[in-house]
């Protein structure tokens, strides 16, 4: 088992930055890939960024290409996404996941964290 916890959210205006954490406790962490993805009221769960068990691999989303990077520290059990020049299209709330394979669909992953409120205002 993996327990996720994820921290960071808020409210910011627009084009300001916030920076998501993600704990992980329980199983090895570095055996694990990790990913956020995040749901708005209304619509549909999307995908935004995944890191692969070394941090050597990476994958975006278009909409936030650029503007976001994830990061990984496995002597911390952590994962992270700093997301700058926020929009209020960015408003969701953001999950951070983890899967054991590499790459995965992170709207299946095996681990889910309870998600943390991003609010942006314009």
């Known amino acids: 088992q993996v327990q996720l916890v994820e921290s960071g959210g808020g409210l910011v205006q627009a084009g300001g930055s916030l920076r998501l954490s993600c704990l992980a406790s329980?199983?090895?962490?570095?055996?694990?890939?990790m990913g956020w993805f995040r749901q708005a009221p209304g619509k549909e769960r999307e995908f935004v960024a995944a890191?692969?068990?070394?941090?050597?691999?990476?994958a975006y989303a278009d909409s936030v290409k650029g503007r976001f990077t994830i990061s990984r520290d496995n002597a911390k059990n952590s994962v992270n996404l700093q997301m700058n020049s926020l929009k209020p299209e960015d408003t969701a709330i953001y999950y951070c996941?983890?899967?054991?394979?590499?790459?995965?669909?992170?709207?299946?992953?095996?681990?889910w964290g309870q998600g943390t409120q991003v609010t942006v205002s314009s």
């Open positions: 890191i692969s068990r070394t941090g050597g691999s990476t």
């Open positions: 996941v983890a899967d054991p394979n590499w790459p995965f669909i992170v709207s299946s992953a095996a681990y």
């Open positions: 329980g199983r090895i962490f570095r055996s694990y890939a």
